[in-house]
Nanobody, 128 residues
Framework: EVQLVESGGGSVQAGGSLRLSCAAS????????IGWFRQAPGKNREGVSC????????YYADSVKGRFTISRDNPENMVYLQMNSLKPEDTATYYC??????????????WGPGQVDSGQGTQVTVSS
C-alpha cells in the first residue's frame, strides 16, 4: 500500500503552465499504476491521466491530451503531471491515486461511484 501527497497547484492565467507532484511512501511504489484525477465543485471525479508501473502505455483523457504529460521517477517515489496550455475548465482540485494492478482498473475506479483513496489534493485555478 502507498500513501500519496499532492503538491504544486496554484493560480495561473489561461495558457499558463503548472507541474503537479505526487509524492508516495511505500517500498513497492514501483509496482503501482499511478493516476491523476480532478474534481470541481458540484461535479463528478474526472480521470485525467495514468502511468503504469513500467512507464508504458500512459493514459490521457481527451480533454487534456496534447497539453498534459505524466511521468514518474520510481527511485524517488514521485509522479509528475506537467500541465501546459491551461484552460479555465481545468480548474479543479487535483488528486493522485494508486492501483497495484493497472491503469485501466484504476481509471474504472476513478470514474466509478466508490471511494478512491488519495491525498488531500492540490488546487488548480485557471483564470481567463
Amino acid at each position: 500500500e502507498v500513501q500519496l501527497v499532492e503538491s504544486g497547484g496554484g493560480s495561473v492565467q489561461a495558457g499558463g503552465s503548472l507541474r503537479l507532484s505526487c509524492a508516495a511512501s511505500g517500498s513497492d511504489f514501483g509496482n503501482y499504476a499511478i493516476g491523476w484525477f480532478r474534481q470541481a465543485p458540484g461535479k463528478n471525479r474526472e480521470g485525467v491521466s495514468c502511468i503504469p508501473s513500467r512507464n508504458e502505455d500512459t493514459y490521457y483523457a481527451d480533454s487534456v491530451k496534447g497539453r498534459f504529460t505524466i511521468s514518474r521517477d520510481n527511485p524517488e517515489n514521485m509522479v509528475y503531471l506537467q500541465m501546459n496550455s491551461l484552460k479555465p475548465e481545468d480548474t479543479a482540485t487535483y488528486y493522485c491515486a494508486a492501483d497495484p494492478r493497472d491503469c485501466r482498473l484504476l481509471m474504472l475506479r476513478i470514474w466509478g461511484p466508490g471511494q478512491v483513496d488519495s491525498g488531500q489534493g492540490t488546487q488548480v485555478t485557471v483564470s481567463s
